[in-house]
C-alpha cells in the first residue's frame, strides 16, 4: 500500500481502496492476536461442561465466516456481502450475552467451576471482539466502494 502511495500517487477510488486496505490491516492484526488468545484459553476450556459451550461453539463458527466474508467481499468488491456481515455482528452480539448468562448460572449452580466459567467468559468475549473486528472490515469495504464510511457523507 505504501509503494503504490509513494509511486502511483492514486486519486478517488483508488486512495479510497488502499486506504480501506490500511485500515483493514489494523483490524486483522487483532483478529489474529485474539484468535492466538483464544487458541492458549482453549487448553484449559477442553474438560468445562457448561451449557454456554455450544453457545461458544456457535459463536466461534460465526466469527470465523464473519472474517472470511469480510475478506471475501472486499477481494470480489461486493457490498451485498459486506453488509450481511456486518448485519451478522447483532448475532454475535446476542450469542456472547446467552454465554453470560449461561456461565453466571453455571457459577451460582458451582461455584468450583468459577475459574473455568471465567476462561470460558474470555474466549466469549475474544470471539465478540474478533466479530467486531470483521465488522469494521466489512465497513472499509463498503468505504472502498462507496466512499462513504459508516454515516459520513460520500466523498
Same mark, same amino acid.
Given at each position: 500500500?505504501?509503494?503504490?502511495?509513494?509511486?502511483?500517487?492514486?486519486?478517488? %477510488?483508488?486512495?479510497?481502496?488502499?486506504? @480501506?486496505?490500511?485500515?483493514?490491516?489494523?483490524?486483522?492484526?487483532?483478529?489474529? &492476536?485474539?484468535?492466538?488468545?483464544?487458541?492458549?484459553?482453549?487448553?484449559?476450556?477442553?474438560?468445562?461442561?457448561?451449557?454456554?459451550?455450544?453457545?461458544?461453539? %456457535?459463536?466461534?463458527?460465526? @466469527?470465523?465466516?464473519?472474517?472470511?466474508?469480510?475478506?471475501?467481499?472486499?477481494?470480489?468488491? &461486493?457490498?451485498?456481502?459486506?453488509?450481511?456481515?456486518?448485519?451478522?455482528?447483532?448475532?454475535?452480539?446476542?450469542?456472547?450475552?446467552?454465554? %453470560?448468562? &449461561?456461565?453466571?448460572?453455571?457459577?451460582?449452580?458451582?461455584?468450583?467451576?468459577?475459574?473455568?466459567?471465567?476462561?470460558?467468559?474470555?474466549?466469549?468475549?475474544?470471539?465478540?471482539?474478533?466479530?467486531?473486528?470483521?465488522?469494521?472490515?466489512?465497513?472499509?469495504?463498503?468505504?472502498?466502494?462507496?466512499?462513504?464510511?459508516?454515516?459520513?457523507?460520500?466523498?
Amino acid at each position: 500500500c505504501m509503494r503504490m502511495l509513494l509511486q502511483q500517487q492514486p486519486v478517488a %477510488k483508488d486512495l479510497r481502496v488502499i486506504s @480501506a486496505a490500511l485500515k483493514m490491516i489494523s483490524d486483522m492484526e487483532r483478529i489474529g &492476536d485474539q484468535a492466538a488468545d483464544v487458541a492458549e484459553l482453549s487448553g484449559y476450556v477442553g474438560e468445562v461442561v457448561a451449557r454456554g459451550k455450544l453457545h461458544i461453539t %456457535k459463536m466461534a463458527r460465526a @466469527a470465523v465466516s464473519m472474517v472470511t466474508e469480510s475478506i471475501d467481499a472486499f477481494v470480489a468488491r &461486493d457490498i451485498d456481502l459486506a453488509q450481511r456481515v456486518i448485519a451478522c455482528d447483532d448475532t454475535v452480539d446476542s450469542l456472547f450475552d446467552q454465554v %453470560k448468562n &449461561d456461565l453466571i448460572a453455571l457459577i451460582r449452580e458451582d461455584a468450583a467451576n468459577g475459574e473455568q466459567a471465567m476462561d470460558l467468559l474470555m474466549v466469549g468475549k475474544y470471539l465478540e471482539r474478533i466479530g467486531d473486528h470483521a465488522t469494521n472490515v466489512a465497513e472499509w469495504v463498503v468505504f472502498s466502494i462507496t466512499g462513504q464510511h459508516k454515516n459520513e457523507r460520500v466523498l
